[in-house]
């Protein structure tokens, strides 16, 4: 081997020992596990497709009317998008766009233009240009895995050479640079096993993937039918996933039965009733895990008239920001948090959250640490001066969530797709995208460190200052997006064939 391939199998035997593992993974390995997933849960998709369109639950595809160049824009572009989530979630956002939004689009359709126009100039055929991924000022400095031929033909190099690669494929030029060509026996196939070995050591995606495997079982398993319907949350798959709830909702099946008639026809016409002491003590009391002896005994003290009085003067301070919901240092779970603002609350935002829809919420100043965050959806919740660590997300989706100056470590997204989540100055540390398309989310001056896409499409997500090593991209092709001035390295792409993309000024190395 050459030095690079003994530094590299000597780097990731480093990391076996770090892990306490007895065996290095094999990247080709690796790769076939993704891909089997991948078919698998293509066919699953499929299926729950064809059963919806059998039981006529298929609903007919809204198109957005075109109102001016930008929607039309996206609209014809949705014949390159291959995946059908991600073009549904295109199709729908384009029938929504802001200011923010078409201005996004602007430096992208520029660069583009301008591209195309040189390139006519010059006598090039620019029949297919607009469905090409376009590498500008990009060059690819000792790429470790070659590019298929389709990839190859659906790519347009301006200034952008590949310069000694690990491999010996590709065009005539690039073989004539290779590594294998200049040195001759100094470097071999084996020094790029060994170097993707490495990487695949280094950025986690084993070990992600058998994190992975399980939440996919469970989404597409366990809380499905055996026809692959989705199944709403009853008392026994909600106990059989969190059986530390499953008191909880024990005692509120024995609240329920306790109820008069007087207090149903109450709850009908105003949404609440007032509850009886028995109840009282029912929730409150000894026997129960919401055990608040004091709390139950300010109640009872109440009359019916200071209760009502109690609760409108609530929501009024609650309406004018007086009050601040207050999380208790536990689980948050069948609670939706809504019209909230957790500023400078550390504690609140730290708690893990599932089954709990989070909407109009703002996070100002509240880092976080273990808040994990699943079944738990986010709509419109700003995520500013709030870095996370050891926070995984877990079937969330997110639309709408600015995250700015808010470092993620140790913070794995899986099966969160998304709309419209910029990352502003926010550093991204070992936070894996894995199964969550993502729609509208660009990273603006955040770079990021061990952080793979796999099985990860993205659509419209322009990589802008944005640097990133580490990160390999694996069976995630992107569409209309663009990375501009984000060079990266130790980054390979496997089966990531997009369209529409442009790649300027962001030169790769050992990629």
Avoid at 412 to 439: A, E, H, K, Y
Wanted: hydrophobic share 40%.
């Amino acid at each position: 081997m050459s030095p690079l391939g003994v530094l590299a199998k000597h780097l990731s035997h480093t990391l076996r020992l770090i892990k306490n593992k007895r065996t290095t993974s094999k990247w080709e390995d690796t790769i076939s596990r993704i891909s089997e997933k991948a078919s698998q849960i293509k066919q699953q998709k499929d299926m729950e497709r064809r059963i919806r369109k059998q039981r006529g639950y298929e609903l007919p595809e809204e198109k957005p009317v075109p109102l001016d160049k930008d929607v039309r824009e996206l609209i014809d572009l949705e014949k390159y998008i291959g995946d059908e989530d991600l073009k549904s979630m295109v199709r729908h956002k384009s029938g929504n766009l802001t200011e923010q939004d078409r201005a996004m689009l602007i430096p992208m359709r520029l660069i583009r233009g301008a591209a195309k126009l040189g390139l006519s100039m010059t006598g090039y055929n620019t029949t297919d240009f607009d469905r090409k991924v376009v590498r500008i000022f990009s060059p690819k400095l000792m790429s470790v895995v070659p590019e298929s031929e389709e990839a190859r033909k659906n790519e347009i190099d301006i200034l952008s050479p590949s310069l000694f690669s690990l491999h010996d494929d590709g065009t005539a030029d690039e073989k004539e640079v290779s590594l294998q060509n200049l040195l001759g026996s100094l470097s071999t196939n084996k020094d790029t096993s060994q170097l993707l070995d490495f990487i695949i050591e280094a950025t986690g995606v084993d070990e992600a993937m058998e994190r992975v495997e399980t939440k996919i079982d469970e989404s597409f398993g366990s809380e499905r039918g055996p026809e692959g319907q989705p199944l709403y949350f009853t008392k026994e798959n909600v106990t059989a996933n969190y059986p530390h709830e499953a008191q909880k909702l024990e005692i509120f099946e024995a609240l329920d039965r306790t109820y008069s008639t007087s207090q149903l026809n109450e709850m009908n016409r105003t949404g609440y009733a007032i509850m009886r002491h028995d109840q009282m003590d029912l929730i409150y009391g000894d026997q129960s895990i919401a055990k608040n002896p004091k709390f139950l005994k300010q109640a009872k003290a109440l009359s019916r008239a200071e209760i009502d009085r109690s609760i409108m003067s609530t929501i009024k301070d609650l309406a004018k920001e007086k009050v601040k919901f207050q999380a208790r240092r536990n689980d948050i779970v069948l609670s939706p948090v809504t019209f909230s603002n957790f500023v400078f609350d550390p504690v609140s935002v730290s708690q893990p959250t599932i089954l709990s829809p989070i909407l109009m919420t703002s996070l100002i100043g509240s880092p976080a640490i273990y808040g994990v965050m699943i079944l738990s959806p986010w709509l419109m919740v700003p995520v500013i001066l709030s870095p996370r660590l050891f926070s995984p997300v877990v079937l969330n989706p997110f639309v709408m969530v600015p995250i700015i100056l808010s470092p993620l470590a140790f913070n794995p997204f899986i099966l969160c797709p998304g709309v419209l989540n910029p990352f502003v100055l926010s550093p991204l540390v070992f936070s894996p995208f894995i199964l969550s398309p993502q729609v509208m989310t660009p990273l603006i001056l955040s770079p990021f460190c061990m952080g793979p896409l796999i099985l990860n499409p993205l659509a419209l997500n322009p990589l802008i200052l944005s640097p990133f090593v580490l990160s390999p991209i694996i069976l995630s092709p992107q569409f209309v997006s663009a990375v501009i001035l984000s060079p990266y390295a130790l980054s390979p792409s496997w089966k990531s064939n997009g369209a529409v993309v442009t790649v300027f000024a962001s030169p790769s190395w050992l990629s």
